[in-house]
């Protein structure tokens, strides 16, 4: 092979593994250096240089005196037909292992710093253990801890992830991705809502339940900009890709309020509050608010309240007035009241507020109201009631951006 040859053919071994020219020259020069110590009557230690440009190479032998040092340097160059079998064989060994192991080394230099990162991959197996995710030039490792409930991945499948680590091991870098990594969130705003990758607005806070619902606070960082609106976009649109993305999980956003007691009363929409009392520590936060919406406000099993705690960092502690007046002491709504069987509901013709009671009993809230003496326990809603007002009442062109709480795209609901 004439030295033009080989120079193209490095050439092309280097795109083809995707490296570098010199790193694959570094490679070579370790391989041939290798393989001259494999040749009968090679010298103790040797150093292997190459010209790029015309493809010579130098081997300078050394030996090796009682103290260690090198000595008697001379041009030691074999031809081509001295190498030998066994040599030739050892430096094809020796070049795959180090070509090996510098392209573990590159894809780990890769994602190292890409802990944090949006990434796609295709599913290609999936077990009771862990699914794996092709990314092209690598495979990242979903375990099952990090996968949504109830969500059934399927090989050949395409869905995006959250990168919570970057292994370095001795097959190559091991990438642990998330589906329930509240960053998911965020990174899959910051693809459909220009503005927050821009900075203009900007995710605050976050509480997710993975694959029932989540909570974001979000702020402007630009008094003209709406950042509600700028999350749900145009009919919903750009929520909607998220709720997408995230197989149909509900997402109620939420103006961001650096005042805590507004934030709590914010982070419990659809629920309509009336009074939040912050403790003197600021690490739980009474909440009062009407009879017909205290069960909206805790949400089915408590998930909205839940979710709100998260969102804002404080103990949430929610009472109707009626339990206000009674006496019932913050918390203990949950172990003391014993709930009507039954769901609130928006109209969605005039947008009032409906008890469909579990007998299938409808009752306006007005009617409600009117017929309440103060005796019997506000009704409980399930989490039906929450996502179907959040849904109702949620609009980025009739809500105010104070009282949005941009629940999920057109049809969610009726999917269910």
Same mark, same amino acid.
């Given at each position: 092979?004439?030295?033009?040859?080989m120079?193209?053919?490095?050439?092309? %071994?280097?795109?083809?593994?995707?490296?570098?020219?010199?790193?694959?020259?570094?490679?070579?020069?370790?391989?041939?250096?290798?393989?001259?110590?494999?040749?009968?009557?090679?010298?103790?230690?040797?150093?292997?240089?190459?010209?790029?440009?015309?493809?010579?190479?130098?081997?300078?032998?050394?030996?090796?005196?009682?103290?260690?040092?090198?000595?008697?340097?001379?041009?030691?160059?074999?031809?081509?037909?001295?190498?030998?079998?066994?040599?030739?064989?050892?430096f094809?060994?020796?070049?795959?292992?180090?070509?090996?192991?510098? #392209?573990?080394?590159?894809?780990?230099?890769?994602?190292?710093?890409?802990?944090?990162?949006?990434?796609?991959?295709?599913?290609?197996?999936?077990?009771?253990?862990?699914?794996?995710?092709?990314?092209?030039?690598?495979?990242?490792?979903?375990?099952?801890?990090e996968?949504?409930?109830?969500?059934?991945?399927?090989?050949?499948d395409?869905?995006?992830?959250?990168?919570?680590?970057?292994?370095?091991?001795?097959?190559?870098?091991?990438?642990?991705?998330?589906r329930?990594?509240?960053? %998911?969130?965020?990174?899959?705003?910051?693809?459909?809502?220009?503005e927050?990758?821009? &900075?203009?607005?900007?995710?605050?806070?976050?509480?997710?339940?993975p &694959?029932?619902?989540?909570?974001?606070?979000?702020?402007?960082?630009?008094?003209?900009?709406?950042?509600?609106?700028?999350?749900?976009?145009?009919?919903?649109?750009?929520?909607?890709?998220?709720?997408?993305?995230?197989?149909?999980?509900?997402?109620?956003?939420?103006?961001?309020?650096e005042?805590?007691?507004?934030?709590?009363?914010k982070?419990?929409?659809?629920?309509?509050?009336?009074?939040v009392?912050?403790?003197?520590?600021?690490?739980?936060?009474?909440?009062?608010?009407?009879?017909?919406?205290?069960?909206?406000a805790?949400?089915?099993?408590?998930?909205?309240?839940?979710?709100?705690?998260?969102?804002t960092?404080?103990?949430?502690?929610?009472?109707?007035?009626?339990?206000v007046?009674? &006496?019932?002491?913050?918390?203990?709504?949950?172990?003391?009241?014993?709930?009507?069987e039954?769901?609130?509901?928006?109209?969605? #013709?005039?947008?009032e507020?409906?008890?469909?009671?579990?007998?299938?009993?409808?009752?306006?809230?007005a009617?409600?109201?009117?017929?309440?003496?103060?005796?019997?326990?506000?009704?409980?809603?399930?989490?039906?009631?929450?996502?179907?007002?959040?849904?109702? #009442?949620?609009?980025?062109?009739?809500?105010p951006?104070?009282?949005?709480?941009?629940?999920?795209?057109?049809?969610?609901?009726?999917?269910?």
């Amino acid at each position: 092979m004439s030295n033009l040859d080989m120079s193209e053919a490095i050439r092309l %071994l280097a795109q083809e593994k995707g490296l570098s020219v010199d790193a694959l020259l570094h490679v070579l020069v370790d391989a041939l250096a290798s393989a001259y110590k494999r040749r009968p009557g090679a010298a103790d230690e040797v150093v292997v240089e190459v010209n790029p440009e015309s493809m010579e190479f130098t081997f300078i032998a050394y030996d090796v005196d009682e103290d260690g040092n090198w000595v008697n340097e001379r041009d030691d160059t074999p031809k081509k037909e001295e190498l030998g079998r066994i040599a030739a064989q050892t430096f094809r060994q020796v070049m795959s292992q180090r070509i090996r192991e510098v #392209e573990r080394d590159r894809k780990f230099e890769e994602y190292a710093n890409r802990e944090g990162d949006l990434v796609t991959g295709i599913i290609q197996q999936t077990d009771a253990r862990y699914t794996l995710l092709d990314l092209g030039r690598v495979e990242a490792l979903l375990p099952q801890a990090e996968q949504v409930p109830y969500e059934r991945p399927q090989p050949g499948d395409r869905c995006k992830a959250y990168i919570v680590e970057v292994r370095k091991t001795a097959k190559g870098p091991q990438i642990v991705v998330s589906r329930t990594h509240p960053g %998911l969130i965020k990174r899959l705003f910051e693809l459909e809502v220009p503005e927050i990758a821009d &900075g203009i607005v900007e995710i605050k806070a976050c509480g997710r339940e993975p &694959g029932h619902r989540t909570k974001i606070a979000v702020w402007s960082n630009d008094h003209n900009v709406d950042p509600v609106g700028a999350c749900v976009g145009a009919r919903g649109a750009r929520v909607r890709m998220v709720v997408n993305e995230l197989r149909g999980e509900k997402i109620d956003i939420v103006p961001f309020s650096e005042d805590l007691a507004d934030f709590v009363a914010k982070a419990l929409s659809p629920a309509k509050v009336n009074q939040v009392n912050i403790s003197i520590d600021g690490t739980q936060a009474d909440v009062i608010v009407p009879d017909h919406q205290l069960s909206l406000a805790i949400g089915r099993e408590g998930q909205n309240a839940r979710l709100a705690a998260r969102l804002t960092g404080v103990r949430v502690d929610i009472r109707s007035e009626t339990q206000v007046a009674e &006496g019932v002491p913050a918390g203990g709504y949950l172990d003391d009241v014993e709930y009507a069987e039954g769901e609130w509901v928006a109209n969605g #013709e005039t947008g009032e507020m409906e008890w469909h009671a579990a007998d299938g009993s409808v009752i306006s809230q007005a009617e409600w109201t009117a017929q309440s003496d103060g005796s019997a326990a506000p009704p409980a809603a399930d989490e039906a009631s929450a996502d179907e007002t959040s849904a109702e #009442e949620t609009s980025a062109d009739e809500a105010p951006a104070e009282e949005a709480s941009a629940a999920v795209a057109e049809g969610d609901d009726a999917a269910e």
